[in-house]
């Protein structure tokens, strides 16, 4: 099992910036892809940002230019720096991590962008 824990949400104004971060706990090893994906109401929940355990990265239309996903392999922990940030990226952010094949998934931190 891995647990995953989000934190650096909150509420911030048009054109700023947040970092989220998400630290994996529990069977650690053999940890793959990890990555970021959100979630505003009445929506699907849909790709943020993904890293493989490579630093490949790849990364939704909406926030390219604005977001970086970074991975430390040390501290196994995913951080998504967000920046330039739109009220149309008010959502809950998960963060998601691939291990063996199965998918495990934190419980979300909230991002609110607005005046």
């Known amino acids: 099992q891995v647990h995953l824990v989000e934190s650096g949400g909150g509420l911030v104004q048009p054109g700023g910036s947040l970092r989220l971060s998400c630290l994996a706990s529990g069977s650690i090893f053999n940890i793959g892809a990890m990555g970021w994906y959100r979630q505003a109401p009445g929506k699907e929940r849909e790709l943020v940002a993904t890293?493989?355990?490579?630093?490949?990265?790849n990364y939704a239309d909406s926030v390219k230019g604005r977001f970086t996903i970074s991975r430390d392999n040390a501290k196994i922990t995913v951080y998504l720096q967000m920046n330039s940030l739109k009220p149309e990226d008010t959502a809950v952010y998960f963060c998601?991590?691939?291990?063996?094949?199965?998918?495990?998934w934190g419980r979300g931190t909230q991002v609110t962008v607005s005046s």
């Open positions: 890293i493989s355990n490579n630093d490949r990265t």
């Open positions: 998601r991590v691939e291990r063996l094949g199965y998918t495990y």
